[in-house]
């Protein structure tokens, strides 16, 4: 009779939602085997006694509740030319938040179970402050007999190219290169052809199509070119077969930059 008893008593504080709350959104639900992993059955003089135990509880809130739902600030990280001009933002800052008030959320958890009936436990968070990065966009020495003459430079860390003139570096534009799986290649390579435009088949982020038309085509390698990918709006993220996309703008300005035979320095 006394493990019928214990036993009816917890199947009862197994079933009722017990959820983690943030103003109406519920960020976190107990599961019935969390909950049968915080109770104790202690038996004495034949009778058996069930709790919850209170620090179990509290390495629960600190340890898996507090995994769930505290989330990293996201630094506001851009990269900026050598004179601090931004060319290309990373990611703009959030902050983050960091539960907090754990240990009386632990009292009013095991208070919870032990009453058995659904209910909403509130979650308090500070602020996690974001941190603001600068990274300075690197440029690469003049290929061999670009000294005098325009080249361009594409720094795939940074996910840009470069319109250079000799040292002197011009406009910088936002790009999105090869993805880790197909990779654009690194090195010095020469402009060999520019068709104005032509069907190009290639693929996107693991989607592959011919697309008819595409503008503003600069070939430097057989399998690579620069080109206008009218169809994307979200450059700076590697997603090609290795050709390195750009907005239709932003190609035109390249290809009326570049010549055949120019160089095209690729890099990290």
């Known amino acids: 009779n006394a ?24 960020l976190y639900t107990l599961t019935p085997a969390t909950i049968a992993g915080l109770t104790d059955i202690s038996a004495q003089d034949s009778q058996l006694t069930v709790a919850f135990n209170k620090d179990r509880a509290t390495a629960f809130v600190n340890d898996t509740l507090a995994t769930a739902v505290n989330t990293p600030p996201v630094p506001n990280a851009t990269i900026v030319d050598p004179a601090g001009t931004v060319l290309r933002t990373v990611s703009s800052g959030t902050n983050g938040r960091t539960l907090t008030k754990t240990d009386a959320l632990s009292t009013a958890l095991t208070t919870a179970l032990k009453n ?113 990918a009218s169809w994307r709006t979200d450059f700076g993220t590697p997603v090609t077969d290795g050709s390195l996309f750009l907005s239709t703008a932003d190609a035109e300005a390249l290809y009326k930059w570049l010549s055949v035979g120019n160089a095209v320095n690729i890099h990290n």
């Open 3 to 26: 493990a019928r008893t214990a036993q009816q008593w917890i199947n009862t504080r197994l079933t009722p939602a017990y959820t983690f709350t943030q103003g109406d959104t519920v």
């Open 116 to 228: 058995g009936k659904p209910t909403k436990l509130a979650l308090t968070f500070t602020d996690a402050p974001f941190d603001t990065t600068q990274t300075v966009q690197e440029y690469a020495a003049p290929p061999a007999g670009s000294e005098h003459a325009r080249w361009a430079d594409v720094n795939l860390t940074g996910q840009t190219v470069t319109l250079m003139n000799g040292a002197t570096p011009g406009q910088t534009f936002v790009l999105s290169s090869g993805a880790t799986a197909t990779p654009t290649p690194t090195g010095v390579f020469a402009v060999t052809s520019m068709p104005a435009s032509r069907d190009v088949a290639t693929c996107d982020a693991g989607d592959c199509h011919t697309f008819p038309g595409v503008r503003w085509v600069i070939w430097f390698d057989n399998h690579a070119a620069f080109l206008a």
